[in-house]
């Protein structure tokens, strides 16, 4: 059903308000996340924007880039045809907010991030950092939601009270779906990682209990040995060994 049209910058041909059909799956094009009614498309192309996507500003003046405003771009000018988050560290393929001197480059989700958030799993306002809390370079920052390793230079929620943190994306839930499977395997992989560790320290201690074992057991057998008393029997034809 249509009820509206509009003419973005981002597409050549007029995008219509529309409506999903019952179990209908489709991604925005801008943000590439699932979308919901209200949303504007173009069906010929299969170009569709959640209306939020829609009315995103052309512009954007960030406290986390001062020096720059942003630069709403349609698709990625990088020759690799993607950019990479400077806030969640994905890949975006779509819409972003860009400065080109910079190369500094924010899912639009991301730009419109707030500063402070409450979620379910802590009791307490976890505020935005746009960096890792920790000032140790050799400290590594792991999410307390998804328990994947966060970069340094990517933002966090984060309380400093109880030194509970995580993904910007994991407090929001603001996750694509490429974005979903990436964070599962990283979840997946410190898990792994931190088994394999532990298996290590495992082993390495029955290595050492083992090597404790038969130093004693070595020590006891040159006691005994040195405490035996050799004794000729039948004009030295037979010797007979006694330990005390």
């Known amino acids: ?57 052309r512009s954007l003046q960030h406290i986390c880039h001062p020096s720059h405003p942003l630069t709403l771009l349609p698709n990625p000018t990088y020759s690799s045809r993607s950019f990479s988050c400077n806030a969640c560290g994905s890949e975006g393929n779509a819409f972003s907010f860009s400065c080109a001197h910079c190369e500094f480059d924010l899912h639009i989700h991301c730009a419109k991030l707030p500063v402070k958030i409450l979620i379910d799993k802590h009791p307490h306002e976890l505020n935005l950092l746009f960096n890792s809390p920790y000032k140790d370079e050799n400290v590594v920052f792991v999410c307390d939601e998804c328990h994947g390793t966060v970069n340094r ?41 931190s088994t394999a560790r532990k298996v290590e320290e495992i082993e390495a201690y029955n290595k050492a209990q083992e090597k404790l074992m038969a130093a004693k057991l070595i020590a006891q057998i040159q006691a005994e040995g040195s405490r035996a008393v050799l004794d000729l029997v039948d004009g030295g034809s037979h010797r007979k060994y006694y330990y005390y």
């Not at 019952?22 to 959640?50: V, W």
């Not at 109880?162 to 410190?190: L, P």
Request: glycine share 6%; aromatic share 10%.
């Open 1 to 57: 059903m249509k009820f509206q049209e509009n003419q973005h910058f981002s597409h050549k041909h007029i995008l219509n308000a529309l409506k999903l059909d019952i179990g209908e799956e489709i991604d925005c094009n801008a943000c590439e996340n699932p979308i919901t009614d209200p949303l504007h498309g173009c069906n010929s192309c299969h170009y569709y924007l959640h209306d939020e996507c829609l009315n995103t500003p």
């Open 153 to 193: 230079d990517n933002w966090v929620y984060y309380c400093s009270h109880c030194d509970f943190g995580t993904h910007s994306n994991c407090a929001t839930g603001n996750v694509t779906r490429k974005e979903e499977a990436n964070s599962s395997q990283s979840g997946n992989e410190y898990l792994m990682e």
